[in-house]
């Protein structure tokens, strides 16, 4: 893994482990605060239902106070008067009422159930196990208190929790109590149960889009940082690779030039003297000895080899001239080597190219040529370039063997070169491409007019 990817996988994770970290906190925390919220609702509503109550009791109280405060302990008159009052006493529609028992829980009014008028209850138990009615008469004589149980709701006529509260009539021996339901309670307290649960998975949701955004942004820019690191790293080195060709090519042209305008030039000197020797021999009428015959013909065909090497490496005529004239020259040269046939095909155009590429589509020529040389048993080869929808267009093609481009067994010299030319024309932006069958081989090379166009001034010679 480059380093670039390290980065980008680091700052993914760590924005992955802050969302978890965020994520777990925030809804910790709200359910943190939706519970404080809930139970300080629930608070404040039960007991504004502990005000409601006494004030209803307080109401009941008076209501019956005269009768009461008047009354003996056994005056069933007032008992019976009061017993009317309470019976008859209602509040918040149907589920608000009043009901009274002895101390030893009997019924005594319950205008929901009369049934429980006359019946002792002293042992019913709620849903929970509570004595109920032991309970509301123990809360009674302590001053009066609040007890939750669940009861029939008369509205409903179903079981639903009802919060009680009593008050002891300590002459008669009576509880007084009444009651509110808290289903309005339950569903305020369950709304604001929901509506919190929403906000959390809201928040969760948020949190979810903010770290996906952010780790798809960070890959984002990683992603475009690495393309443009890339791109850099590409282009530096093509400028590298281009300028070790530079490199090489100046170092052929020096060599060459060296070759020819040095060595050969010595040797070319020595050949005189030699000729001249000969003719010295031949006025003072000697025989030329054979070992000068043979050191003559030696010379001359190390002058030819040096020369040829020295074309090779990089002619002269190529900076001189310019490609137009190299091509004709080096296909000439091939035909009388080989025997084989070339055609030359190009425009009558001088100054077309730069040095640089005129140098690169050189190359292409010479190594194509000495691969058919080499591999192809062509007789006919044919080289033409063309200019033609802003493409500088060099073809060459042979009528050889052919060989199997994607699967080449000609050895690996024969695939270096070709890549060596691939590189080559793709340093100056263009394509390069080998069709190969049983009927030939096609090398192409394509260079585009924004590469070609000679438009800066040519400091090392002319070029076509």
Known sequence: MTLPFRLLFIAVLQVVLTSILTYFLVTDEYRDLSSQSVDTLESFLIEQKHRELQNYTLLAVSAMSDAYENSAIDDDEAKAQVTEIIHAMTYSGNDGYFFVYDGEGNGIVHPKEPYRVGQNWWELEGENGDKTIQILIENAKAGGGFHRYPWRKPSADEMSEKMGYSVYLEKWNWMIGTGVYLD????????????????????????????????????????????????????????????????????????????????????????????????WLKKAKVDKPQPLEHAQSNLQDAISEIRRISHHLHPRILDELGLSAAMDALATEFSEQTGITVNVTKPAVRKLVQNSISTTLYRVVQESLINVQKHARATEVNIEMTIKDKWLTLTIKDNGQGFDADNNSKGDDYGIGLRNLAERVEYHLGEFSVHSSQAGTQVTARIPKTSYANTLPVKEGPAE
Do not use: C
């Not at 948020?206 to 475009?224: C, D, E, K, N, T």
């Open 184 to 279: 309005d309670v339950n569903s305020q307290l369950n709304k604001l149960q929901r509506e919190i649960d929403q906000h959390i998975n809201k928040t969760k949701q948020i949190i979810l889009v903010v770290a996906m955004s952010s780790i798809f942004v960070i890959f984002l820019l990683g992603l475009i940082l690495n393309l443009s690191q890339k791109k850099k790293t590409d282009q530096k080195i093509s400028e590298l690779g281009l300028k070790i060709i530079n490199m090489q090519e100046e170092e052929r042209r020096h060599i060459s030039r060296e070759l020819h305008d040095g060595i050969v030039q010595v040797l070319v000197s020595i050949k005189y003297s030699l000729e001249a020797t000969g003719l």
